[in-house]
């Protein structure tokens, strides 16, 4: 009788401790953003695709397909386009902001990888695309942030917008929690970057105006606080 109790008190302790090490393991949404005082959000590969990776690999439609390979080529045109102005101009947002922009490009080639796509970004250069529109959106924003620092700064916010606008198109037209989960993070990371340009923009007595979003939609973003967290 002892014995039997000693064996069951021995089973619950083997037990409690494999939940304790699972529990370890097991990624932290929360800890997929991060998030300065700036605004400027990265997003953590290992931690995203610790999530990402809990949700089976499904059969995509075409639209969501046509989603993830645009918006990896879209999050490159954020990247580049900032690179290239702060060439041009030497303000810190673009730095700091086109860092960020690299982590955006590596969580949308995260679901490249999980589905077995083929990457449209492998191998492209900087300013380099595959999809004819984005090459030409890239040519005409780096042409008019080359006008004037204000120029370029507007750029910034636009491509901001364009951003949200085409994350929520393409977040719309899927069910699966994983495309849904880096979609959102872009989400944060765009509406937190368009925050950053536009107080920037303030601080030089601008005051910038929407060109892509409702203005509704655009007092929503700016008038709220940084976001962080998952």
């Not at 042409?143 to 929520?168: C, F, P, R, T």
């Not at 977040?171 to 880096?182: L, R």
Request: proline content about 2%; overall charge negative; some cysteine.
């Amino acid at each position: 009788m002892r014995n039997r109790i000693f064996s069951f008190l021995l089973l619950n302790m083997l037990i409690a401790i494999i939940l304790l090490i699972t529990a370890g393991c097991s990624p932290d949404a929360s800890h997929i953003l991060t998030v300065d005082n700036e605004g400027n959000t990265s997003i953590d590969k290992s931690a995203l695709e610790g999530t990402i990776n809990q949700n089976p690999t499904q059969q995509l439609s075409e639209i969501e397909k046509e989603g993830i390979l645009y918006m990896r080529e879209e999050e490159k045109l954020a990247r580049d386009v900032y690179s290239k102005l702060y060439e041009i101009w030497g303000i810190n947002n673009f730095n700091n902001i086109g860092s960020s922009e690299q982590t955006h490009m590596d969580a949308m080639a995260s679901l490249i990888e999980k589905y077995s796509l083929e990457d449209p970004a492998q191998d492209k250069d900087k300013g380099d695309f595959t999809n004819q529109k984005l090459q030409q959106l890239y040519k005409d924003l780096v042409a008019q942030g080359n006008m004037s620092e204000i120029d370029a700064l507007k750029v910034g916010a636009a491509i901001e917008e364009i951003d949200i606008i085409d994350i929520e198109v393409y977040f719309n037209q899927t069910d699966k929690q994983d495309i849904k989960t880096v979609y959102e993070n872009l989400l944060k990371g765009s509406r937190n970057h368009l925050r950053s340009f536009v107080s920037v923009m303030k601080k030089r007595g601008i005051i910038y105006e929407p060109q892509y979003l409702t203005e509704k939609q655009y007092n929503d973003i700016v008038s709220t606080s940084v976001e962080k967290g998952r």
